[in-house]
């Protein structure tokens, strides 16, 4: 889930995702809300923290801003991914959101979720209507969760591997698990055997493992090394795998190409090439098109490890 959003639109993108292909993305909840406040968060830090399920976005207009978006599209994208300022699941309406989009008939379903909601039933069977369930685990005992996650009150680690295990049951075939490592917090010997333990009782379809990529919530937060992740991908005695730079090109649709650029980094920091491949332009061109988005204020620079990320103002 990915930065800022914003008040009236609920569609992003498409984008080109790590996991997902072409992902037009969907936000539900607006400004960020989750029921977790992990320090490598992309989206900066949750001021609203809760683990209370409530009224976000209107259903209707949210169905009506993805038919519009998917009128536009010359190429229909590979999945409608719900993800954006914060955590789906809490938005009470997410069954009636999923049957509606389903109803379109125009591409998958994917949810991106932390996960800390599965263990209420309703929020499962909700879950159940995607076609793909992306849920995350980053942390199995509680001293690790509270300081990567820093989760809202009411929300343990134990009840939710329980409620993935639960989950698991209602989409067989279509749950693919997501672990975040952070140098220092969730990567050390004792910490590991408990994700995976867990991971294997949970039984996903996949593993994908993930580390800090572009600037987080917490400053000094810090990326696992690429060989590293491949090591600990290997003990995972489930299908594991490190996730990989997306590899679809975007094709520059209608629509004003920097605005789009703008509101898909608000939510989510950008490098020129993820731009140049979202966009489907070169780099020269990317870079013209950002030193203009930055001179006239609407982007502005970041530095994570040793690149330059732009987010929208
Ligand atoms: S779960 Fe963590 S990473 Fe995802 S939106 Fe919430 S705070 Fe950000």
């Known amino acids: 889930m990915s930065g800022g959003g914003s008040a009236d639109q609920a569609v992003f993108g498409p984008v080109p995702s790590r996991r997902l292909g072409l992902s037009l993305g969907v936000d539900l909840l607006w400004p960020k809300t989750c029921t977790l406040d992990c320090v490598y968060c992309e989206l900066g830090p949750t001021n609203q923290l809760t683990a209370r399920r409530g009224v976000f976005r209107d259903p209707d207009e949210v169905l009506a801003q993805v038919a519009e978006r998917l009128d536009q599209l010359e190429r229909p994208p590979d999945f409608i991914t719900l993800a954006g300022s914060g955590e789906p699941t809490l938005h009470q309406d997410l069954g009636r959101v999923l049957q509606d989009l389903k109803s379109l008939g125009r591409a998958k379903l994917a949810v991106l979720t932390n996960g800390t909601l599965t263990p209420d039933p309703e929020v499962r069977r909700a879950l159940a209507l995607a076609d793909v369930v992306v849920p995350s685990l980053d942390a199995v005992s509680p001293d690790v969760f509270a300081r990567i996650n820093r989760p809202a009150a009411g929300v343990h680690p134990e009840e939710i591997v329980e409620g993935l295990i639960a989950l698991r049951e209602a989409v067989r075939g279509r749950l693919w698990l997501e672990v975040l490592l952070v140098a220092g917090i969730n990567d050390r010997e004792a910490e590991l055997a408990r994700i995976i333990a867990a991971a294997e009782r949970i039984g996903p379809d996949r593993v994908q493992l993930n580390t800090v990529v572009r600037p987080p919530a917490v400053s000094g937060v810090k990326a696992v090394g690429g060989r590293r992740l491949a090591e600990i991908a290997e003990r995972f005695n489930l299908d594991c795998e490190v996730i990989a730079e ?45 030193r203009r988005l930055l001179k006239a204020g609407r982007l502005k620079t970041e530095l994570h490890g040793q690149q330059i990320f732009y987010r929208g103002v």
């Open 246 to 290: 997306p590899t679809v090109r975007a094709r520059p649709e209608r629509g004003e190409l920097a605005a789009e650029v703008v509101e898909m980094t608000r939510r989510r920091p950008c490098t020129i090439d993820d731009l140049a491949n979202m966009a489907g332009l070169d780099r020269r061109r990317t870079k013209e098109l950002v």
